[in-house]
């Protein structure tokens, strides 16, 4: 039988073929890795089969560092080209479909140890297993061939498919453990015990949940995957209306696996099973989590003019569904019943190509400790498209009052294409037109609503506004000036420039730093493959653009609103690496950039990718330098 061979394509392009999956890998983000892609293909399945109730089946061994999904949707096609990196057909044109059979699924395969597929159409049913693809980077690699077609199932599923795979074991960098460590810092970034971590603890002791992990684990998903789907919640997509996706986890010890913070959530449980429904997650749901003596209001007062309507309320939600033009145009329309001049100047524009666009709009207002306590992560300004959360920031830079910036909840889904990654609208000219509107919106109605609702903000207290320096974690290094760990990127700055000074780090000249230009700093520097020192520059072009950071990742947000351009954009320095769960752009080892090995600038171990269109950002991580000098001093006290 014809066979063909998963890990080369053609003879002439194996290289280059090997070279793009590494690339792909490194820039999806271990949830997408984990979970993500695998729930998108199971729901994607379910939105084309008939409409009728359907269910998705997760079962998450973290011993194994296993995941199976099941649905009963469409089966996958008995089509093996599927497997290569790029192969099979978009399905275009399907707005409520959340991806395509593309790049994901194969991110899964070429991350797992053993990976099996399971499908079952009209056209019958096969199975077929994978093993050791993550070692595809091995010389000689595995044997990863298989058929033209998929062998038949001896014991075939009623219907739809069933993807299983498993993560290799002692591995550099472990998706599963990543995963797990996102979840948390992303849904309880004030620890287990405040903010969302006192909803979790009540949902668990009124038998919403066998743990907190499970109710975290909802969350999550529902907000930052594509088990939140902004559409369903707003009644517009009936094939999910009756999808219910059940989950099962196994972990025999969570603590020794995964920390004792993470450990603590599973509350002793070893094996646990609950059920969520797919969809965008909102206070309206976890208020129902605790008891009617601590639940918040829930209201849903219209805004008047101008947003003045609505007075303070101690303890409650203000949460408005918009879906029509005359709606959203009032979220625009003053006190005065007119559109102030900004608003004035661009509704024509917003009436043409925007309004048609939107989907709806589910605008929550609230006091920030109660969405800290009620949300995952607190408040967020969320564009959506056809239901799918995207990685688009959306900064409020007018209104009088920036205060109240944290005091709502926005989401504006919209009808738009996403881009290859799934991350974000490929049309630009439309999220400029949602980043103003909802400037807009914000500077007419609803900062003024927010005031009226929570009251004035108070001030922090004297412990807040202190930052207590001698409590910061200690270099380590008694000859360094610098004596503490970075909290500021102006301590970042610092502690490189001391570093350049003592010669721990070489190759490097600066002509200064700047607040008015869009980089911090304009550079000369000597990278590894330069046999002579850099000529004298002509010009600002021939500088080196960089930018410094406490968290490389926080530079993410930066590029995703497109403040800053990655093909300009040359090195950043920063203390540490930090957490991201971008589409869009990825960490990876310089070893695997297009920069090694004679461009890469001293001390650079990382690089950031853009996905999109492959430019690269060198990273040079002051933590990775001041740890091996550290090493060094102690192998010499020795």
């Known amino acids: 039988m014809e066979s063909l061979d998963l890990l080369n394509p053609s003879a002439e392009l194996r290289e280059n073929y090997l070279h793009q999956l590494k690339q792909t890998i490194s820039a999806y983000n271990p949830t997408q890795i984990v979970l993500g892609e695998a729930l998108q293909n199971a729901i994607d399945a379910i939105v084309e089969a008939d409409g009728t109730a359907h269910e998705i089946t997760i079962h998450l061994d973290l011993d194994k560092k296993s995941v199976k999904v099941t649905d009963t949707g469409v089966g996958f096609p008995n089509n093996p080209k599927l497997l290569f990196l790029g192969g099979g057909t978009k399905r275009d044109g399907n707005p409520r479909l959340f991806g395509f059979v593309g790049v994901g699924i194969k991110v899964v395969l070429f991350s797992s140890k053993k990976f099996s597929i399971r499908g079952r159409s009209n056209e019958g049913a096969f199975c077929y297993e994978i093993s050791d693809a993550y070692q595809f980077e091995k010389d000689p690699p595995p044997n990863l061939q298989v058929p033209s077609q998929f062998p038949n199932d001896l014991s075939p599923l009623k219907k739809g498919t069933e993807v299983y795979y498993q993560f290799p074991s002692h591995v550099a960098y472990d998706p599963v453990e990543q995963f797990m460590q996102n979840m948390h810092a992303q849904c309880l ?3 287990n015990d405040s903010g969302f971590g006192k909803t979790l603890k009540s949902a668990v002791k009124r038998g919403f949940y066998e743990n907190r992990f499970a109710g975290l684990m909802e969350a999550f998903l529902r907000r930052h995957t594509y088990a939140g789907d902004v559409l369903n919640y707003l009644g517009k997509k009936k094939d999910l209306g009756d999808t219910a996706i059940k989950i099962n986890v196994t972990c025999s010890d969570p603590s020794a696996a995964f920390g004792e913070e993470i450990g603590d959530l599973f509350d002793g449980k070893t094996k646990f099973s609950f059920e969520i429904r797919p969809k965008y997650l909102l206070v309206s749901d976890t208020c129902n989590w605790v008891s009617q003596q601590n639940r918040p209001g829930l209201y849903d007062e219209a805004l008047g003019r101008g947003g003045e309507n609505l007075t303070r309320t101690w303890k409650g939600f203000n949460f408005r569904r918009y879906f029509d033009r005359e709606d ?3 979220l625009v329309t003053d006190k005065h019943g007119a559109f102030p001049k900004t608003v004035g100047e661009s509704i024509k524009e917003y009436r043409e190509k925007l309004f048609p666009r939107i989907n709806g709009i589910l605008l929550t207002i609230g006091h920030i400790p109660l969405f800290e306590e009620f949300l995952p992560g607190g408040s967020q300004r969320v564009i959506s498209v056809n239901g799918v959360a995207t990685t688009h920031a ?12 944290r ?8 009808n738009a294409q996403l881009n290859y990654g799934k991350s974000q609208l490929t049309d630009t000219h439309l999220v400029h037109r949602i980043r103003r509107f909802v400037n807009d919106a914000y500077a007419t109605t609803i900062q003024t609503a927010a005031s009226g609702w929570v009251g004035r903000i108070t001030p922090p207290g004297p412990e807040e506004q202190y930052d207590f320096f001698l409590r910061r974690e200690s270099l380590g290094i008694p000859e360094l000036v610098v004596k503490k760990v970075p909290k500021d990127e102006n301590d970042v700055i610092a502690l490189f420039f001391e570093l350049l000074g003592r010669e721990y780090l070489t190759g490097y000249q600066s002509f200064g730093l700047s607040q008015m230009e869009p980089y911090d700093g304009r550079f000369l520097i000597r990278r590894s493959g330069d046999k002579s020192p850099p000529l004298v520059p002509a010009d600002d072009r021939q500088l080196q653009a960089i930018e410094f950071k406490v968290t490389a990742s926080s530079l993410i947000r930066d590029l995703e609103r497109e403040a800053k351009d990655p093909r300009e954009l040359k090195l ?4 540490d690496e930090g957490n991201s769960n971008s589409d869009q752009f990825g960490f990876a080892d310089i070893e695997h950039s297009m920069y090694y090995e004679n461009l890469v600038y001293p001390g650079v171990t990382r690089y950031l990718q853009n996905t999109k269109s492959g430019a690269q950002i060198q990273v040079l991580l002051l933590k990775s330098v ?12 020795r």
Do not use: H, M
């Open 626 to 637: 001041v740890d091996s000098i550290r090493e060094k001093q102690s192998g010499d006290e």
């Open 572 to 575: 950043v320095i920063a203390w």
């Open 407 to 414: 005091c709502f909840d926005l989401v504006i889904d919209v």
């Open 328 to 330: 959203y145009e009032k």
């Open 189 to 191: 970034p004030q620890g």
């Open 394 to 405: 959306i900064d409020l830079t007018r209104g009088r009052n920036q205060a109240y910036v």
